[in-house]
């Protein structure tokens, strides 16, 4: 079988690590109300303790607030919320409710003052713990002190399953659907009746 001949094309640099997740980040601090923000620059950093980071432009209302309050949560998004998590990342704090505007449900944190969004399946809270200045954006790193997850999403062994929660991420510019499931963790070590049993 002959091989296709793959030709690369040399760009500048730049941010083209894709696809990543789209989540909305709630936050507040005393002199202003509950707001929401949409990043697509948000990870995994750390297992004990867990931590996670999100990336803001300096310039961005919410990095103001979560200077001031060191806490927010990260909520995850499904394609019930798409709308309002355009809208979120559109639309600037300073000057409408988004909460109010998009009709979510903000509901007070369990470890901080920062609300999480009901209708989110799942939502992270956080404590910062460094701040760490880039260029264009800030680095947030924060330890996760409370998780709060949609019941009918975890099953009787206490079992979280994410896979039919219409998740989103980022995609170039792009929403698009988190896709089928292809594969699990360390199934290419595993024997081939069992990778096949728990595909299906």
Avoid at 39 to 59: F, V, Y
Avoid at 100 to 124: D, F, Q, R, W
Wanted: aromatic share 6%.
């Amino acid at each position: 079988m002959e091989t296709k001949k793959i030709t690369k094309l040399e760009w500048k640099p730049g941010t083209l690590l894709n696809p990543v997740p789209v989540v909305m980040v709630s936050c507040v601090c005393e002199e202003e109300k509950p707001n929401i923000i949409t990043l697509a620059w948000a990870g995994t950093i750390n297992s004990n303790p867990p931590m996670l980071s999100i990336s803001i432009r300096k310039e961005r209302h919410s990095h103001e607030i979560i200077s001031k309050s060191g806490e927010f949560v990260v909520n995850l998004v499904t394609k019930d919320l798409l709308w309002a998590t355009d809208y979120c990342g559109v639309k600037s704090g300073r000057d409408v409710d988004k909460f109010k505007e998009m009709k979510l449900t903000p509901v007070v944190g369990s470890e901080i003052s920062a609300p999480y969004i009901m209708e989110s399946p799942v939502n992270l809270e956080c404590k910062v713990t460094q701040t760490i200045e880039l260029g264009t954006h800030d680095l947030f790193l924060a330890e996760i002190v409370c998780v709060h997850v949609d019941e009918d999403k975890v099953d009787e062994q206490g079992t979280l399953h994410l896979d039919d929660a219409d998740l989103v991420c980022y995609n170039h510019g792009q929403y698009q659907e988190v896709g089928k499931k292809l594969g699990f963790y360390g199934y290419s070590v595993r024997k081939k009746k069992v990778i096949e049993r728990e595909k299906k």
